[in-house]
């Protein structure tokens, strides 16, 4: 019987629950006596909670895995574009690189102060309170990673009809239907069982690692026959624009994006305090001598002016270099995009999960499966707003204003930290980083938020302005105010029959 799971008495997603703290306060003090910022603590013997399954292993292939997809398959002409040389474009693959390690470094010491699920949107609650969280919860949740996921798929999707049909090329209708259908199974993997999600991300990772390893030592067989004539001239023609250097980092860190997913499923995480850490350690660095020496490899097929001119530089690169085997490549593609996509929607359940519990969106969506512990209900929502944005094919022009929004909240982040140092300074943090990091993070972020607005208004800038300002109207009436309509309970009770899914708390570890 599903009835014992309908709402049970004692469960309350609200933030005035008092039943299960044990401290009181902002602060709660939990069983092993540390005084720290998660909420809504409990026992494993009292309710249902998230388990800690994901290792250092799974941490690293879930960072790799999100980083590498499309975007070093597809960003290298957008970067060479907006900087001119291809000087300056390896100078800004190597910042990007050094921003997302230092950015990821700052987030560890966020994840280990608070472990509970999130990332920004618990951090933004701790430091400013609730309207910053809900504001990053309402952009997230909507736009930001249902785009991000949609972007992704839809890569998939471009290279894997390509891939199946003759040169008079595929429908758009083809490519949203099999992006469409990589939705519902990368959906169906996050909501059957948490193993399962990230052994696909594991063995995902590992395939798109070979891919990777193939273009580089395609590169260093060309070097070796003496393909190096593109290596010259290395800052001629190098943008003086500021606004094109700002967008350039757009490109970049699009390809760089999912360095802080792993701060989305900290409760999931082994020994998150050692574990973090370590899988940012080797992960970013990683990523990032790949996308150099891959970036490299390109250069020894193709000469900047066709890199600037081809948008399926992979591909191009498989033809020249790879010959019979060429179709490695857009299956390569392929692995990394759909890898990238589960990744992604893995880390975005989260934070719906984790915005939901604290009364910020329905609860139900805080609510997980009684038996598979996934987050269901959640991962159906942002599922159902990625399927939207593919069949509205309106998203060509997203990894701008992508770029533009989430450093502002990556901004935000930064100074939660830079507060909680002074106003939360008692608060245990088993990983800390130097001061500068997370103010020099701060500073570029103001600059990658501002520079673009000045130097090149774009309409999606406005657009990202415009919804937070509809998330402020928002809140009001139905978070502050606390309202609700009439039909809401009844919706979660129906949610909880037909999912078989039940409210949780945060379990912290020992």
Same mark, same amino acid.
């Given at each position: 019987?599903?009835?014992?799971?309908?709402?049970?008495?004692?469960? &309350?997603?609200?933030?005035?629950?008092?039943?299960?703290?044990?401290?009181?306060?902002?602060?709660?003090?939990?069983?092993?006596?540390? &005084?720290?910022?998660?909420?809504? #603590? +409990?026992?494993?013997?009292?309710?249902?909670? #998230?388990?800690?399954?994901?290792?250092?292993?799974?941490?690293?292939?879930?960072?790799?895995?999100?980083?590498?997809?499309?975007?070093?398959?597809?960003?290298?002409?957008?970067?060479?574009?907006?900087?001119?040389?291809?000087?300056?474009?390896?100078?800004?693959?190597?910042? %990007?690189?050094?921003?997302?390690?230092?950015?990821?470094?700052?987030?560890?010491?966020?994840?280990?102060?608070?472990?509970?699920?999130?990332?920004?949107?618990?951090?933004?609650?701790?430091?400013?309170?609730?309207?910053?969280?809900?504001?990053?919860?309402?952009?997230?949740?909507?736009?930001?990673?249902?785009?991000? *996921? !949609?972007?992704? %798929?839809?890569?998939?999707?471009?290279?894997?009809?390509?891939?199946?049909?003759?040169?008079?090329?595929? +429908?758009?209708?083809?490519?949203?239907?099999?992006?469409?259908?990589?939705?519902?199974?990368?959906?169906?993997?996050? %909501?059957?069982? *948490?193993?399962?999600?990230?052994?696909?991300?594991?063995?995902?990772?590992?395939?798109?690692?070979?891919?990777?390893?193939?273009?580089?030592?395609?590169?260093?067989?060309?070097?070796?026959?003496?393909?190096?004539?593109?290596?010259?001239?290395?800052?001629?023609?190098?943008?003086?624009?500021?606004?094109?250097?700002?967008?350039?980092?757009?490109?970049?860190?699009?390809?760089?994006?999912?360095?802080?997913?792993?701060?989305?499923?900290?409760?999931?995480?082994?020994?998150?305090?050692?574990?973090?850490?370590?899988?940012?350690?080797?992960?970013?660095?990683?990523?990032?001598?790949?996308?150099?020496?891959?970036?490299?490899?390109?250069?020894?097929?193709? +000469?900047?002016?066709?890199?600037?001119?081809?948008?399926?530089?992979?591909?191009?690169?498989?033809?020249?270099? #790879?010959?019979?085997?060429?179709?490695?490549?857009?299956?390569?593609?392929?692995?990394?995009?759909?890898?990238? !996509?589960?990744?992604?929607?893995?880390?975005?359940?989260?934070? %719906?999960?984790?915005?939901?519990?604290?009364?910020?969106?329905?609860?139900?969506?805080?609510?997980?499966?009684?038996?598979?512990?996934?987050?269901?209900?959640?991962?159906?929502?942002?599922?159902?707003?990625?399927?939207?944005?593919?069949?509205?094919?309106?998203?060509? +022009?997203?990894?701008?204003?992508?770029?533009?929004?989430?450093?502002?909240?990556?901004?935000? !982040?930064?100074?939660?930290?830079?507060?909680?140092?002074?106003?939360?300074?008692?608060?245990?943090?088993?990983?800390?980083?130097?001061?500068?990091?997370?103010?020099?993070?701060?500073?570029?972020?103001?600059?990658?938020?501002?520079?673009?607005?000045?130097?090149?208004?774009?309409?999606?800038?406005?657009?990202?302005?415009?919804?937070?300002?509809?998330?402020?109207? @928002?809140?009001?009436? @139905?978070?502050?105010?606390?309202?609700?309509?009439?039909?809401?309970?009844?919706?979660?009770?129906?949610?909880?029959?037909?999912?078989? *899914?039940?409210?949780?708390?945060? *379990? #912290?570890?020992?």
């Amino acid at each position: 019987m599903l009835c014992s799971c309908v709402v049970p008495s004692g469960y &309350n997603n609200n933030n005035n629950t008092n039943d299960d703290d044990s401290g009181g306060g902002d602060d709660e003090t939990v069983g092993n006596g540390k &005084n720290m910022l998660a909420r809504k #603590l +409990s026992t494993k013997g009292d309710t249902l909670y #998230l388990e800690r399954r994901v290792g250092l292993f799974s941490g690293v292939a879930l960072i790799v895995g999100t980083m590498i997809g499309s975007g070093i398959f597809v960003s290298p002409t957008g970067l060479l574009i907006r900087t001119g040389s291809i000087g300056l474009s390896f100078v800004i693959w190597a910042l %990007c690189g050094a921003m997302s390690l230092l950015g990821a470094l700052a987030y560890a010491e966020l994840g280990t102060m608070n472990p509970s699920s999130g990332a920004e949107y618990a951090y933004l609650m701790d430091a400013f309170g609730p309207m910053p969280a809900f504001l990053f919860s309402w952009i997230s949740t909507l736009i930001l990673k249902p785009s991000q *996921v !949609a972007i992704i %798929c839809l890569s998939f999707a471009k290279y894997a009809v390509e891939a199946c049909v003759d040169e008079c090329g595929s +429908s758009d209708f083809a490519v949203k239907i099999v992006a469409i259908l990589s939705i519902l199974v990368i959906t169906y993997i996050n %909501c059957y069982s *948490v193993n399962l999600a990230t052994g696909v991300q594991n063995a995902f990772t590992a395939a798109k690692l070979v891919a990777v390893f193939v273009v580089v030592a395609g590169g260093v067989y060309k070097i070796f026959q003496g393909r190096t004539e593109n290596f010259r001239d290395y800052f001629d023609n190098t943008t003086s624009s500021m606004g094109d250097v700002a967008t350039a980092f757009y490109s970049g860190l699009w390809a760089y994006d999912g360095w802080n997913n792993l701060n989305y499923v900290t409760e999931e995480i082994k020994n998150p305090s050692k574990n973090i850490p370590k899988a940012i350690y080797i992960s970013i660095p990683l990523v990032t001598i790949c996308y150099i020496l891959v970036n490299v490899a390109y250069l020894t097929i193709m +000469s900047p002016d066709e890199i600037v001119r081809n948008e399926a530089v992979a591909v191009t690169f498989g033809i020249r270099a #790879l010959g019979p085997i060429a179709w490695v490549i857009p299956l390569s593609i392929t692995v990394s995009t759909l890898g990238s !996509a589960n990744g992604t929607l893995f880390a975005a359940g989260r934070l %719906c999960f984790a915005a939901s519990r604290e009364g910020h969106l329905m609860n139900v969506l805080s609510y997980i499966h009684i038996k598979k512990l996934t987050p269901m209900p959640s991962i159906i929502f942002h599922s159902i707003i990625t399927i939207m944005m593919v069949a509205s094919g309106t998203i060509n +022009s997203l990894i701008d204003f992508f770029s533009f929004t989430a450093w502002i909240f990556y901004g935000s !982040a930064m100074l939660a930290l830079l507060v909680m140092r002074y106003t939360k300074p008692d608060v245990p943090r088993p990983y800390k980083v130097p001061i500068i990091i997370p103010l020099t993070i701060f500073v570029i972020s103001i600059y990658l938020v501002i520079a673009p607005i000045l130097d090149k208004p774009q309409i999606e800038y406005l657009y990202s302005m415009i919804f937070m300002i509809a998330g402020i109207v @928002f809140y009001v009436p @139905f978070v502050r105010l606390g309202y609700k309509f009439p039909i809401i309970d009844r919706w979660t009770v129906f949610i909880q029959l037909l999912l078989q *899914v039940a409210p949780t708390k945060l *379990v #912290l570890p020992n």
